[in-house]
């Protein structure tokens, strides 16, 4: 189409930030900022209503060639598996800025610059389709995050910046190695590079090809979910982050890896995905049970929830390798699901800190006598999480046993213990944390919720209850691209997709 909607979308923020280093009033940076972050919000429901449910390709493309000799062009599209995702992208983003409006006091307009140059990084990793470019904006994402940990972070801040930095690096290396193969390859069949996706799609790969690459692309985005083993940096980056880097880590950066299995891996090498999808499964099983078991002893509240993170990944992982459409459909919405739940969850732990400057479980106690609202959002975030049926988590949860059971009964019937382990370590916490009688003098004078918080949170629960009652308008953008993932699988494998984990239609 004639308008460059999506280039647009993407360098709304990267201009919002220029234009605020040239606001000279200190008093104004934080409504300035904030004004601005709504923009590519607007433009993303613009996209969103736009968006011609039932179609399986990419839609609002736009490609421009950079450099013919190397096959790199500016080359962006967005369809099923995106489109939520650049949503939700663009709606975290002006509600982490708000939220930190009274928290961050050093440098406010380099500490929210970061944040759009991030948003900026971010859309572009949904939306290109050129391989290369989608590599840059991988690593665009690293830096602004590195500094928002390393400069508004807690007392470990660094520590916590530089292991989250030598982990994704080591993964983009990888990553690297293996883009620059597929653009040998497209040379030595085509004639001359190209790093296209659509072009990459009519690559013959062979088996053993596929596995190697299949590994290098895979590394990356385990290390990016994270996917077990390869977690560690998580908590430590969670706990150490502000409260709005840790809304934008969990909401958003973790579903790179997510995204990157869907879009790239199963796509590309789809041989080696059904080679590799019981072992990639299974960790995801192991990421679920650990995550939650480790989450009910953590003393720290932050930390609880970032384990949690672990856990819940731990199901899109399994969704989608589980290769059904039930599986697939389920594991791209609750990368939706858990960027709501997770970011309102951070959300709330960092306005209690605010009161209180500490996260120990045991430091509070009886608090719902004296912030009743805050007590409900956080029950009401809590119960989401668990994926509670008419709130969102328990769509995709459902979906996602649902179709994993078809393929792997034995991974999905395990999986399922994440559920009530979930319930274990969070309703637990918010009973040490708001039952009971107030035994600690600090928490007597605690203020309840302000306007300003609530305006922050009730657009997340609007929409946590929204996908929880009605979440047909998103599956049935999802739906065909799903399947068009699907059916490629099937097309260049012997993988048939089981008839349940299908539509009625294209089963009969």
Known sequence: MDFPALTLLIF?????????????????VWPVGAALSFLPTAVAGWVLWEFETGEASMQFTEFVQWYEPWGIGWNLGVDGISLLLVVLTTILFPIAIVASSRSVTRSPKLYIAQ?????????GVFLALDLLVFFVFFEIVLVPMYFLIGMWGSDNRIYAAVKFFLYTAFGSALLLAGILALGVMASDQFGTPSFDFNTL??????????????????????????????????????????????????????KLGTYGFIRFNLTLFPE?????????????????????????????????VAYSSVSHLGFIVLGTFALTNQGLQGGVIQMVNHG??????????????????????SDFGGIAKVMPV??????????ASVGLPGLNGFIGEFKILLGSYLTLPVHA???????????????????????????DAANEGLKDLDARELAVLIPIAALIVFLGVYPKPALDRIEP?????????????????????????LAE
């Open 12 to 28: 709304l923020p990267l201009a919002a930030a220029i234009v605020l280093f040239f606001v000279k009033r200190d008093d104004v």
């Open 115 to 123: 944040m759009l140059v991030l948003e900026t990084g971010l859309l």
């Open 201 to 254: 799609l009519e690559l013959t790969i062979s088996s053993g090809a596929q596995k190697w690459l299949f590994a290098a692309f895979g590394l990356a985005f385990a290390i990016k979910v994270p996917l077990f083993p390869f977690h560690t940096w998580l908590p430590d980056a969670h706990t150490e982050a502000p409260t709005a880097g840790s809304v934008l880590l969990a909401g958003v950066l973790l």
């Open 272 to 304: 080696a995905s059904v080679d590799w999808a019981p072992w990639l499964a299974g960790l995801g099983v192991v990421g679920i049970v650990y995550g939650a078991i480790v989450a009910i002893v953590q003393p720290d509240v932050k930390r609880l």
């Open 340 to 361: 709501l739940t997770t970011g309102a969850l951070f959300l709330l732990i960092g306005m209690i800190y605010d009161r209180r400057h500490t996260r120990q479980i």
């Open 374 to 383: 805050f007590a409900g959002f956080f029950l009401f975030s809590a119960f």
């Open 413 to 439: 019937i395990i999986a399922a213990s994440g559920v009530v382990l979930a319930a274990i370590y969070l309703l637990w916490a918010y009973e040490r944390m708001f039952t009971g009688p107030v035994d």
């Open 481 to 505: 691209s799903v399947n068009a993932v699907l059916d490629r699988i099937e097309l260049m494998t012997d993988y048939e997709v089981p008839d349940f984990g299908r539509p009625l239609e």
